[in-house]
């Protein structure tokens, strides 16, 4: 009975993709096997993982040592992770092997190989050394994409030192905050780094954060990158290129226990405190590489892989850095944004224009294989329209991959067929900062997939969707939790157990609750509703915003599209829609009309929003997530919380006249 449903169902989606043959022929997977190794026994699953995929220093005989909700994976093993991303791959004769060919925003490029990131990283190991750092401490890390921050946090996890990577988009707030809270002694950053043309300031960030806080970090260390003029202003400051001059490229990788701590990544609330994560290193590292291996059916010999995420996310830290440097693949890896200004002789003058087609650019130069980005992105591309396509090839794409958000059935289809020339499989990749990696996602080669379904867990992953008593749903909405332990799981909270029982584990017992809504169809895929506290109460009714967002982006007009559930009066919350119209097409009240009645069509009349706003842009934070809460705020005339996660400040005023203007009915 739908209206006993935690969450209701309303989209229905019919489209199926199954791989193709060229595809499987070669594909690293292709059948069922590993889903029923894992489910024969998902410890001995993940035992064999580990050993096929690592090198380690001492084998494991333990392999999972679970007390809620306190996890071991591999707890007697010792391993490097630097050794594993770099020796190892050099001993094996691979180290000529370009690691990364990294493109800054202004053009500039460069490449390194496994053996010159071996150098690099054992350098900047040995300086930290030489500040004293050793295991157990922690470095705190803001900078801009470039080599020098994979650089810094492999030569953390040398010598078994935590990194904590803080996003350059950040406040001097969160340095702080972030900083105090772990403890950080030295801190890497950088004058500034390219962004929409301009360099964008990083070091006058930590500076004011050392000012009035952060008393914890004796030491900063900062990378030259746009010769912006900086003030070292004390002794504790050092420029990077004078203390790598110097450092000794020999620095031996110290065996490190399974569970040594190998980074805290802070994810912020949307109010609270932003909680420390911890990840640690055996686990981590086994399920990162295998379901960068196999989720991307990474061909290591040929493969040019790029994830166009930020390092600043864990999806940079997984699927950047630790992930294809453990299984030697050749990456991409990108500075700026996907629009970015470039200087074109007009008229015997230079002029600099604006082009939106550099990520189709850097596909085509380098010969990309896999691209791996979010929704917000695809959704921006589908606004900006294909015409920014068509004078590239990228006929070298094999495996598209999208994280983040939910992605919306239309915003898949026109990735399968403007970026994929309908024949690239979409993996569609479930997972959170606390995930540490993959967890809801297809094969590419064995799972049919359907547009805007995530599918079902990776083989050795569980996952169950209950309803609010907690009881298992076999078909319908609901909550998604995972029931068994994984090897990437976060290990905690840093400084706060109560609060990881709390946020984590307590919702269901015995189970780990995600925060995420999600629908179980009838052949058992499921459909990621996004997060619970987003869902909208209409006259009793739970709606996620997941579909109705959906239902409006399949409208041919729309680009992209974020509900809210606003006060209402009769109905308790209403429906309120906020739409980007795509390239072409001029707004109007019919149009807005237009596209409530083809919501209503979809999903039915109770799902019929009861406004809909036609805006030029929306709030987002700077990993590509609507700001949901702001939306709430606006539709509600309220003074607007807290703005500080905003990627573009001025978007919400353009949403408040936008929405001031339209004629409500
Ligand atoms: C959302 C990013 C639907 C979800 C790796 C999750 C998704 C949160 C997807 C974690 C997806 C991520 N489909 N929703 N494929 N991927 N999410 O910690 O709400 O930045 O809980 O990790 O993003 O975001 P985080």
Redesign the pocket.
Known sequence: MADKQAIEEFYIENRTFPPLSDFTQTALASDSSLYEEAELDFEAFWARQARELLTWEKDFTSILEWELPYAKWFSDGELNISYNCLDRHVQNGKGDKVAFHWEGEPGDTQTITYNELLIEVSKFANVLKDFGLQRGDTVAIYMPMILELPIAMLACARIGVAHSVIFGGFSPDAIIDRCEDAGAKLIVTADAGYRRGEPSLLKINVDAALDSGASSVKHVVVVNRCNIPVEMKDERYHWWHDLMLSASPNCPAEPMPAEQLLYLLY?SGTTAKPKGIMHTSGGYLTQVAFTHKYVFDLQPETDIYWCAADIG???GHSYIVYGPLTNCCTSVMYEGTPDTPRTELRNGQDRLQWSKDRLWDIIERYKVTQLYTAPTAIRTFMKWGSEELKDHDLSSLRVLG??????NPEAWMWYHEHIGSASTPIV???????TGGHMITPLPGVTITKPGS?CSAIPGVFAEVVDDAGNKVEQGGGYLTITKPWPSMLRGIWGDPERYLKTYWSTYEGKYF???GVKIDNDGYLW?L??VDDVMNISGHRISTAEVESALVDHPSVAEAAVVGATDSTTGQAIIGYVILRGSCDPSNELRDEIRNHVAQKLGPIARPKAVFLVPDLPKTR?G?IMRRLLRDVAEGRDLGDTTTLADANVVSAIQDGAQKSTED
Do not use: F, H, N
């Open positions: 994810t996310w864990v999806t999208t994280v983040g958000e939910p992605i569609d990749t479930w997972w959170q900062t606390e995530a995600a925060g995420d990621l996004g997060r990993s997530k």
